[in-house]
């Protein structure tokens, strides 16, 4: 028998100095949320820490208001907690997305008490997890307390969303729509650099893509393209068109054939009733979607990342603008790296030559402070509206050169007057 109660009543389990995970992103749990806020409001725990990935709409939890009652500890810094990360009073852990469920399942974060938003249980006994499998189902799994949201919204996703009701102890009804998000308006500089990267994309090629722009502008270059794959830690609506079309089938993976396999999803509600009830899905666990021996094992994996910046040797930073921390590390090494290993794979940066502001995005040294994500070593493809080059087995003098070219045209003059103070006059010199 299903044990239904209030989330009033269900929150009263989280006690002083416990560890709470919540579901991520389209699926935040806000309803259990705002009943341990209340809790939190009232002082009745304090020192509880939270964590979760990235979560959509507010999250009160992060506020100065709750100092030394509710401490956020994310994952990954998301716009709704940006503010409070870079005041202090919510904090970020640093660590690969395929690992964020070593910590719970290995025990670095004992987690006492999962709150997660779930589908209407089937007549099998099973919920699921639906857009967000990622870490969430780690925190089930692992709990001392698992409390879900049920609603009747959450698409009944396969793969490992799949979750019996034996795993869970409390079960609050809420039915709200999903948070949905609106593709945004592709600019000039992003169709350009769609372009670009699509020439890289092979027939047959699995592809690794986030949300945005850039990755928007990616998909729809690849209209004319044959038996796609896609493996990767989201996918949003950009793809739809390309499944309807058969470009992309999946039918040349080595594994997971078929399937469009992620780990979270965050789009219109058009996305959410595509995975709906739908076999091609799969929606597994960060340690099959981030592990990069699994995403080598696939041939001609194209990942498709972004950064906030580049150096002229190569040194990615993509987590924080100097000391302030911005987003986070989340998948881009488990992606650059397993790319890099698969058969043919191709690694990709892909980011606009400057900022909003005009200031460039290559520069000769990264900012100070500035986190370096991905490592000069591990690059191979970087992009930007200018062209594309290639710097993997580039030694450094050639990899400044390489970057320039694709700079904007009014930094190249101060970025060659930087690498020519940096290596001196034999940068000049082309062999």
Not at 99 to 118: D, F, P, S
Not at 165 to 194: C, K, M, W
Not at 361 to 387: D, N
Request: with cysteine; charged share 20%; aromatic share 8%.
């Amino acid at each position: 028998m299903l044990k239904y109660i209030t989330a009033g009543e269900a929150v009263k389990v989280i006690k002083s100095h416990d560890r709470v995970l919540l579901s991520s992103v389209a699926v935040t749990p806000h309803h259990l949320i705002d009943a341990m806020v209340e809790r939190g409001r009232n002082r009745e725990f304090e020192n509880i820490r939270i964590h979760h990935i990235h979560t959509e709409g507010p999250a009160p939890y992060a506020e100065k208001e709750f100092e030394g009652i509710l401490q956020l500890e994310s994952f990954f810094v998301g716009p709704n907690v940006r503010r409070q990360t870079q005041e202090g009073y919510a904090d970020y852990i640093p660590v690969f997305l395929s690992e964020t469920q070593k910590l719970i399942r290995q025990g670095y974060l004992k987690i006492n008490v999962a709150m997660v938003m779930v589908s209407p249980p089937d007549k099998h006994g099973f919920v699921s997890l639906g857009t967000s499998v990622d870490t969430t189902l780690a925190a089930v799994q692992e709990a001392d307390v698992v409390i879900a949201q049920v609603n009747k919204y959450v698409p009944r996703a396969w793969g490992d969303a799949m979750v019996h009701t034996s795993e869970i102890d409390y079960f609050v009804e809420h039915d709200a729509p999903l948070i949905t998000h609106q593709n945004p308006q592709v600019t000039e500089t992003e169709r350009a650099i769609g372009r670009h990267v699509a020439e890289l994309v092979e027939d047959g090629a699995c592809l690794q893509m986030g949300i945005g722009g850039i990755p928007n502008a990616v998909l729809a270059e690849l209209g004319n393209h044959k038996n796609l794959g896609v493996h990767s830690e989201m996918f949003s609506d950009m793809l739809l068109p390309l499944v309807e079309k058969g470009v992309v089938n999946g039918i040349k993976k080595q594994i997971d054939r078929g399937k469009i396999v992620a780990s979270f999803l965050m789009g219109s509600q058009e996305l959410y009733d595509f995975i709906d009830d739908n076999p091609m899905v799969a929606m597994m666990d960060v340690r099959h979607t981030n592990s990069i021996r699994v995403i080598a094992k696939n041939k001609k994996v194209v990942a498709i990342n972004s950064a906030l910046s580049i150096d002229l040797t190569g040194q990615v930073c993509a987590d924080s603008i100097g000391t302030r921390f911005y987003s986070g590390v989340g998948g881009q090494i488990d992606f650059i790296r397993g790319a890099a290993l698969s058969e043919g794979g191709k690694p990709i940066i892909a980011m606009p030559s400057v900022t909003s502001k005009g200031v460039s995005k290559i520069t000769p040294t990264l900012m100070q402070g500035a986190g370096v994500v991905t490592t000069r070593a591990s690059m191979h493809w970087f992009v930007t509206e200018y062209g594309k080059v290639n710097l993997y087995g580039k030694p450094l003098q050639e990899r400044a050169r390489l970057l320039i070219s694709v700079a904007h045209p009014d930094h190249r003059e101060s970025l060659e007057k930087a690498a020519f103070e940096r290596f001196g006059s034999h940068f000049y010199f082309v062999p």
